[in-house]
Nanobody, 123 residues
Framework: QVQLVESGGGSVQVGGSLRLSCVAS????????MGWFRQAPGKDRELVAG????????YYADFVKGRFTVSRDNTKNTLYLQMNNLKPEDTAVYYC????????????????WGQGTQVTVSS
């Protein structure tokens, strides 16, 4: 049974930083492409950042480029998202998700999901 558990969310002020973590179990972590998604109230879930199985490929949504960094440690079955220079519009529940190596960077391709962690950015 695949389990993804996020942590590291919280409340910060504009310009602050947070580091999210996602620990995976029940799967061979290094075989999976991983992604961070977010969903704000009343909005669709959207892809924020993703990383290939080896860490060699990374994807960033335009709205986080230069501010967020995705990484992974396959020896610890852990995915990370370093978020810097946070803005109020980054407020959302952040989810990690797993997809097969060959998947595209599309929400529908990610079949396993964590429960999410809340990030709140206040001005």
């Amino acid at each position: 049974q695949v389990q993804l558990v996020e942590s590291g969310g919280g409340s910060v002020q504009v310009g602050g930083s947070l580091r999210l973590s996602c620990v995976a179990s029940g799967l061979t972590f290094s075989n999976y492409k991983m992604g961070w998604f977010r969903q704000a109230p009343g909005k669709d879930r959207e892809l924020v950042a993703g990383i290939g199985w080896s860490g060699g490929t990374r994807y960033y949504a335009d709205f986080v480029k230069g501010r967020f960094t995705v990484s992974r440690d396959n020896t610890k079955n852990t995915l990370y998202l370093q978020m810097n220079n946070l803005k109020p519009e980054d407020t959302a529940v952040y989810y990690c998700a797993a997809a097969s190596r060959e998947a595209y960077w599309r929400l529908a391709d990610f079949g396993s999901w964590g429960q999410g962690t809340q990030v709140t950015v206040s001005s």
